[in-house]
């Protein structure tokens, strides 16, 4: 990065003690207007404030300044730069850029500047830069007690060149800075506490940064005490990554931040990290205060001091008993804020101090305070004293009655007699301070003041008269100078007339201000002292020149004038130098270059000339006369010496020719050859002759003959001393170009003319990209791959003469000739038979090369399709089974089947295509009758469907039912029941129940009907019976009645028992007998699985653990 041009000398510029306005000045037309000052990133704006004190702003940053009349303030910026007036929306900004920026108006304003622009340093509005009365100044707007509310000041971040563009390496170093993570809290106390942070860490976005890593960095810390997103203030700044913070609050909660910093680079300061100080006892309290006093009495208050995070619990006041001996004595202690003390003296002092206690401790004591009882009135207090003098304004002081108790009341009475009024003495303060500022007064005027004070017990007697004097003002602004006389080329004399308004002090002396320049900024003194008029002398011709002129008095120092504009004649430039050649002679030209003279005479050149003339006869002539500082001579003639002088011309005229300059011109090349001459032998050779150039007196060694299809893109072709060349291998029916040049050891000449020729026509070219065409790619529906062949190729150069037809050579047969297409279908064809192909094409001059010979076969016939069978049905499902094979073969078999169904609007849809012999059709209706076909594909294609197969689906079985439910009536009669089902698409379902006695192999029928419940009262006493029941469906089909069983439910064990008689004749006795369900035979098979299982895996553990480690 570019370093900071230094920063102008403030101490010259503000040399005088000039306040600035504190309000905005109207001018006498009434109108006024802001201008915005706009401030760089990473730049100042320094002003100088009313009390003398300077102000630098840093930027980003628009500072606003009150102008009375709309003009621009003038500005002082550094060498290379100056003020660029922006206007945006009827507001007017000031920019500072670099000089002879690239600017372009408009409400968008962009200014381009260098990669790397060197930063621009504090730019200073002087305050003596103004103009005459009335008076106009351009007040910074620093504060809102500056102006009124209306113009507060409004730093708001602002862009000032349009897409700034930042180097690479400080976008690396920016992410880098901001990868810093926020700091770490540690040994928190109620005062103190310890962070610490580690460096930016290169590894940014999951990539390593290839940014060089600084070894040190600049840390700033920040810390906010008013919430995460309030104000942060600045605590630490260096190189540590630890630092302890001191003097903070206890029982509070703070957020801290830190910012990395490297070579003026910054980045975005880390996230805050939070911590909370402990508590700790309250603060020392401010001492107590008079309420009230009386001669016998004292009434102190005292406020609460920060109790630091735990509720104050009481206050205690302590007094020295009005002894003076230093020791204190309890006099209250308690909550109250207030306490009176009575039964004293009058006059009497008494010293105090004041603590406060909370859960943590007692807090130290207040500092002592002297308060005394009331007394007699004060004595005469001592007079005024003048600390500071102004214009319209007398600050006094003065001090206490001697013998009066610090502590006790005393008002003041400052009276003032203005020398001429003749109203004698009036009163124009009355308060307890001890200095007041009088104001509104006139300039350069005598006052007197005395001070009278004054108590409860009554006023003390008047203090001397004393008598000040106001200040005189500064001076008014003095007339815009005149020129007196003649302007001459180096000097011009200046005079000017005396302000209007002398501030109230004759004029010590004046001070003459020049700058260069129409616009210049650069203020130099040239006079200082009492007359008025100045001879500028030593000055530059043609030069603009402001001068200004400001006078001083006892009141200080006037505004500057308005500036006056002068330029000085201009006189013709001086002589310039010899021109100079540039690089190195050539044989017909040669080019010159030239500086300005040493002396432009004061007006800018304009204008050149320069004269040759042959070096053996003195005839000169122009070559040239233009603005430019160098020329090229040609229409030479090689190897002769010419003489050549220059002269310079500005609004004045032209100035004295230079010395004259000898150059010689180097030998020529040869000249430019005639066109060559071309003649086509046959097709692919031609005959290039051509003529010796003139050699500009050196001879042609060789010639270089370019050749080529495009006239913009030729190659060298043949390099030596002949006069012709043979051309071979060319295309026939094509275009050529060629041209041809002469060198010689000097160098080549020109290129010939560029000369065209047409090779004759030609059989056609080898026919290229011979293949066959996809069977995908063929929409043709005749085509068979079985008998076809469809072959395609690129369409050849037809070398002049267009192709007519195409002859296909695929074997012993005759070849086909055929039409001017790329593509074609070889038809009547062997099935599963090999072909060598190739074609050649034909047009009116005969047929051309054969192309490479390709390989195509053609592919056997499709197969027959299957007999297609059922070999197992359900309700729901059908499996079909077709040819011979195993139920599950290869993808890669040669054969494929397609088996299709006919759907509801009598369309055959696909179900299967694949290799498998096999097919399981599901999801269909019961006694519903479906139609198939089947076809079978090989690399052939595709065969013929198989005849249509009509298979039909079976009516389902009811469902199982739910175990039944067995009820005991009494010892011999018991009631089975059981769910019921729906008829089954209108069929109705009647129930069959088996019982089985004991041990008995068998299950016999013992009901069949609708019912769902049935009564048994055959029960022998201490018996097991075993109940199932299953659902039957009596179908009523054309062909007869047909009764389809569905299966048994769960077997019901149920044992017979006598009931007892005592016991209660309540569902109890039912409960007794409740019966047990047997394990069915597939739950029996479930347990047996998981038990197996589960030893299965216990000893594969075993297994495990103890044999194989």
Not at 109 to 126: A, D, N, Q
Request: some cysteine; overall charge negative.
């Amino acid at each position: 990065m570019a370093e900071h041009p230094p920063l102008l000398d403030t101490a010259q510029i503000l040399s005088s003690d000039i306040s600035l306005l504190s309000a905005p000045i109207v001018s006498a037309d009434g109108t006024q207007q802001v201008i915005l000052v706009q401030v760089n990133p990473g730049e100042a704006f320094t002003i100088r404030r009313e009390d003398g004190q300077f102000q630098c702003i840093t930027g980003p940053a628009q500072v606003p300044m009150m102008s009375p009349n709309g003009s621009v303030p003038p500005i002082y910026v550094p060498p290379g730069y100056a003020p660029q007036v922006i206007e945006d929306n009827g507001v007017r900004r000031v920019v500072v850029v670099p000089q002879a920026p690239e600017f372009h108006p408009g409400s968008h304003t962009v200014i381009h500047r260098s990669p790397h622009p060197p930063p621009l340093p504090g730019f200073i509005p002087v305050p003596t830069m103004m103009p005459p009365p009335p008076r106009h100044m351009y007040s910074p707007v620093t504060g809102a007690g500056d102006m009124s509310t209306q113009y507060l000041p409004q730093y708001q971040s602002s862009q000032v060149y349009g897409d700034v563009e930042k180097d690479e390496e400080t976008k690396a170093f920016e992410a880098l800075l901001s990868s810093i993570v926020k700091p770490v809290a540690s040994d928190i106390q109620s005062r103190t506490v310890v962070l610490t942070w580690s460096p930016p860490s290169s590894f940014i976005n999951g990539e390593t940064d290839e940014t060089t890593v600084p070894e040190l960095y600049s840390y700033e810390i920040l810390v906010s005490s008013t919430g995460k997103d309030g104000k942060y203030r600045s605590v630490y700044v260096g190189e540590e990554t630890s630092v302890t913070l001191n003097d903070l609050k206890p029982a509070t909660d703070y957020h801290a931040k830190v910012q990395a910093e490297y070579n003026s680079v910054k980045g975005t300061p880390s996230e805050a990290e939070s911590f909370t100080t402990l508590s700790c006892e309250p603060d020392i309290p401010n001492p107590p205060r008079i309420a009230n006093r009386t001669k016998n009495s004292l009434t102190l208050q005292w406020k609460t001091p920060s109790d630091n995070g735990s509720k104050i619990q009481s206050f205690l006041l302590e007094w020295d008993e009005g002894k003076g001996n230093g020791e204190f004595c309890q006099c209250y202690m308690g909550l109250q804020k207030q306490f009176k003390i009575t039964k004293l003296s009058p006059a009497m002092g008494c010293k105090f101090r004041l603590s406060a206690k909370n859960e943590y401790g007692t807090s130290g004591f207040s500092e002592e305070v002297l308060y005394y009882t009331s007394g007699c009135a004060p004595s005469m207090p001592a007079s005024p004293v003048l600390t500071k003098a102004g214009v319209t304004w007398l600050s006094l002081q003065w001090s206490k009655p001697s013998g009066t108790p610090s502590d006790e009341g005393i008002s003041y009475i400052l009276e003032m007699e203005e020398e001429t009024s003749g109203y004698g003495f009036k009163p124009k303060y009355d308060g307890e301070d001890l200095a007041y500022t009088v104001k509104n007064l006139r300039r350069s005027t005598k006052y007197k003041f005395k001070v009278i004070a004054y108590n409860s017990e009554g006023k003390s007697n008047p203090s001397e008269v004393v008598e000040f004097t106001t200040c005189p003002d500064k001076p008014g602004v003095p007339v815009k100078p005149s020129v007196k006389g003649k302007i001459h080329s180096h000097s011009f004399k200046i005079t000017w007339d005396p302000p209007k308004d002398n501030g109230g002090a004759a004029i010590n002396k004046y001070v003459v201000e020049m700058a260069e320049g129409s616009n210049g900024n650069k203020w130099d003194m040239i006079y200082s002292g009492a007359t008025r008029e100045h001879l500028c002398d030593r000055l530059n011709p043609g030069c603009f020149y402001r001068l200004r002129v400001y006078c001083i008095s006892d009141g200080g120092q006037s505004a500057v004038s308005e500036s006056l504009l002068v330029q000085t004649p201009a006189v013709p430039p001086g002589p310039c130098l010899p021109p100079r050649l540039q690089g190195r002679p050539k044989a017909k030209e040669i080019q010159l270059r030239w500086g300005p003279p040493l002396v432009d005479g004061g007006s800018p050149i304009f204008c050149y000339g320069v004269e040759m003339s042959p070096v053996e006869k003195d005839e000169p002539r122009e070559v040239y006369q233009g603005s430019e500082v160098e020329c090229t001579v040609s229409n030479l003639l090689p190897g002769k010496t010419y003489s050549f002088r220059l002269h310079a011309a500005n609004k004045m005229g032209f100035g004295p020719f230079s010395e004259k300059c000898d150059i010689t011109t180097a030998p020529g090349p040869p000249d430019q050859c005639k066109p060559p001459q071309v003649t086509c032998r046959s097709a692919t050779c031609a005959q290039v002759n051509w003529e010796v150039p003139l050699s500009n007196g050196t001879d042609v060694t060789e010639y270089r003959l370019e050749w080529g299809g495009v006239e913009g893109s030729m190659q060298m072709c043949y390099c030596g001393p002949g006069l012709s060349y043979e051309l071979k291998g060319l295309s026939p029916a094509t275009t050529y170009y060629c041209r041809v040049q002469a060198l010689s050891i000097v160098g080549a000449g020109p290129f010939s003319e560029v000369v065209a020729c047409v090779t004759p026509p030609s059989v056609p070219a080898i026919v290229t990209c011979l293949q066959e065409i996809s069977d995908d790619d063929i929409e043709n529906p005749y085509y068979s791959p079985s008998t076809c062949l469809a072959i395609s190729w690129e369409k050849p150069c037809d070398h002049g003469s267009e192709i007519l037809a195409y002859s296909i050579d695929f074997g012993d047969k005759q070849p086909l000739t055929v039409g001017k297409v790329t593509s074609y279908i070889i038809d009547n064809l062997q099935p599963d038979t090999t072909y060598r192909i190739r074609i050649q094409a034909l047009n009116s001059l005969g047929a051309g090369p054969f192309s490479h010979m390709i390989k195509l076969k053609t592919k056997p016939l499709p197969p027959d399709p299957p007999r297609l069978e059922c070999v197992a049905f359900s309700h729901q499902n059908l499996k079909l089974k077709w040819g011979e094979g195993t139920p599950k073969t290869l993808s890669t078999d040669s054969i494929q089947y397609h088996l299709q169904m006919e759907d509801k609007n009598g369309r055959f849809i696909s179900l299967y295509r694949g290799p498998c012999h096999t097919y399981k059709v599901q999801r269909l209706n019961e006694s519903t009758s479906y139609k198939f076909c089947i076809q079978a594909c090989n690399e052939a294609g595709e065969g013929p469907l198989s005849q249509e197969y009509i298979f039909t689906t079976p009516k389902s079985v009811p469902a199982a039912l739910k175990a039944p439910k067995i009820e005991k009536i009494n010892d011999h009669t018991c009631e089975i029941t059981w769910e019921c089902l729906q008829p089954m698409k209108g069929d109705p379902v009647i129930y069959s129940l088996q019982v089985m006695l004991g041990k008995d192999s068998e299950f016999k029928q013992i009901y069949k009907g609708p019912d769902s419940s049935f009564r048994y009262s055959s029960l022998q006493l201490n018996c097991e019976y075993r109940f199932r029941v299953c659902a039957i469906r009596q179908c009523q089909d054309p062909v007869g009645h047909q009764d389809l069983v569905g299966p048994y439910s769960t077997t019901v064990l149920f044992i017979s028992q006598r009931t007892d008689p005592p016991a209660s004749t309540n569902r109890d006795t039912v409960e007794s007998t409740r019966t047990r369900r047997a394990l069915s035979d597939e739950q029996c098979a479930a347990v047996i699985l998981v038990l197996f299982a589960f030893f299965s895996i216990l000893i594969a553990f075993i297994i495990q653990y103890f044999v194989i480690k």
